[in-house]
């Protein structure tokens, strides 16, 4: 096993809130792993940390062996870590095909290849095999405002994943889906990231999905990470059971299965 | 998939068409032709911004600067049009990259009025500067065209045909540089920039070089017109209500096309000219009425007059929707 991602004593603070504090994490190649815990518990913070939306009060991250603390996204996304958010990001106003198009151009072009038509067949063609990969084939010219809520979340994944990372984070890939949709999705998303071998990190609110897809548990609370074990364990462990699984019920009950919202925060 | 694009084909029309036509035009016609193509160079570029999601109520700045620019070098024994309006281009292009990395920070109002205030501080050091005619401003002696110098009526017939040239070279790059990634990340950058960001480019840098575009061809527009009025002083070139004309005609043109922006200068000069003459007291009413109607009528410009007789050219169609969202 590989390491690709090394995580040692993160902490963020908003004035006097901690939002993230001892977060040490070391990721393997081709893992799968589901980050649980209640809102609030710090699950974005920590991926806006390492994908470089937000910058660290303290610690250190390394990628493929490179300190990437204090990297702008771009930079990150260039160096081959990738992100899905909460509240899909995508351009709002464009067809589904020409989100990706887009998505396929800013990737494929750098230097003077920037000024060369955005748009060419082969191009098209890959965003067209892209498309197919994700199921979302049937929305192609469908201007993305409109899409119901699981294609849009599947096109914001699906835009993540054109420079295919070496590392995904996914935010609640399956917030907002009802639960019979949610493991359509998730098989969707996830047998298209094997092809490409793809390291995931994903949070999720819902256990039967974290159960079914992820080998390996991070389970936050209160900014920090309260267990890192394989799924099995972790499910099992008391501390998540008290203070995630337990919350997670009590949440899911009273909140109707909608994921967590995040005050139009990423 | 190989077809004819139809903006470079109508511009290429109403190249040729007014090519021929300056040598019949009447000198009014053709002044008010020049101005046209000025202004609507300098609309090119709130086009190019307007597109990335951007307003700026001060490109008087840059217009004013190139006009200055030129019209200064006249002052010191240059006279070559093309040297000219080459370098006020560039001097209007060069401040804009410099302050580009103060407005690239900057979006929707406070971009709009930064741009303002760098346009007020021009006005300012100019009004200030006794060497350059304070609020007079000062002639701009006849250019020369690479050793031709002509006299009398052909002075505005040779200016017409070289404004003619380089506006058309202008316009139909603009309108190639949109298909590129580069040009198309207009759209991507006005309608998320995180998640530009997030596909690894920096949108601030999109805009930095949409922003140097914009100037350049302000600083043309510019230093066309200092050539075509022969003249340049503060309060026609730099003072912040030019900066509002340039925001006017692009609204009376709309973004749906680069040619569009020549015929809404146009559509304003002839409003102006027209109301100046025929009610003095009130032509900043009916200008403004012009607007209004513009605004509830054909809120995408003049240009969707067109696009409602022809569906065409969808790629470049961005439909802006003017209006508050409906709930
Ligand atoms: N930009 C911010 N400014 C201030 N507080 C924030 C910000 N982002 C997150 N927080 C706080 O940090 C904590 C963790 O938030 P977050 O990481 O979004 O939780 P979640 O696990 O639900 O994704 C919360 O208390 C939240 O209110
Ligand atoms: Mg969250």
Redesign the interface.
Known sequence: MTAVLEVRDLQKNFGAVIAAKDINVTVNEHEIIGIIGANGAGKTTFVNMVTGYLKPTSGQIEFAGRNIMGLPPRTITNLGISRSFQVPQVFASETVFDNLMMAYAITEASGLELLSPLYNDERAARVDSHLARYQIAEYRNATSSTLPQGVRKLLDIAMAAVSKPTILMLDEPTSGISVEEKFDLMDTIMEALRQDQTTVLFIEHDMEIVERYVSRVLAFYQGRIICDAPVAEALLDPGVREFVIGEEYHRTRTANGNGGDNGGQL | ?RYMDKTIVGLSIAFVVLFCADFFMAEWVRFIGLQSLARGAVALGLLVLWRTGLVSFGHALYFGFGAYAAAMLTLIGYHDAFFLVFAGTLAAGVLAYLLGFLLRRYRAIFFALLNMAFSMILYGVIVKTEELGSTDGFSVLTPTFLGYAPKGEAVQTTLFIFTLVFTYIITVGVHL?M???????S??VR??E?????????AEKVIHVKYVFSGLVAGFGGAIMALAIGQVDPDSMANWTVSGEFVFITILSGIGNVGATYIGALVFELIRTYAFEYAPLFWQFILGGSLLAIIMFLPDGIWSLFGRLRRSDS?ESS?S?NKAPSP
């Open positions: 998939m540089y298909k590129t990634t580069l040009g198309g990340m759209m991507a309608e998320n995180i998640r530009v960001e997030y596909l690894g480019y920096s790629s439909s929707s």
